[in-house]
């Protein structure tokens, strides 16, 4: 995500990228979270972290 949105400053594909990020990481919370509830807990910060970035991309590339 980084380098597409900074280097090549391609705002839609960064976008894109962030949102399936933050999917991938909302899997990995349920999944893990099933197996061990601290396991999901530790993938938290991360998820919250993903979609905080997805916002500030989909806002940039709407806003832009």
Do not use: C, H, K, M
Not at 27 to 44: N, S, Y
């Amino acid at each position: 995500w980084p380098p597409v949105f900074f280097l090549a400053q391609d705002l839609l594909l960064s976008a894109v990228i962030a949102l399936a990020l933050l999917f991938a990481v909302a899997v990995a919370f349920t999944l893990f979270r099933r197996e061990a509830r601290v396991a999901g807990l530790l993938l938290l910060p991360y998820l919250l972290w993903a979609a905080f970035a997805a916002y500030l991309s989909l806002g940039v590339a709407l806003l832009n």
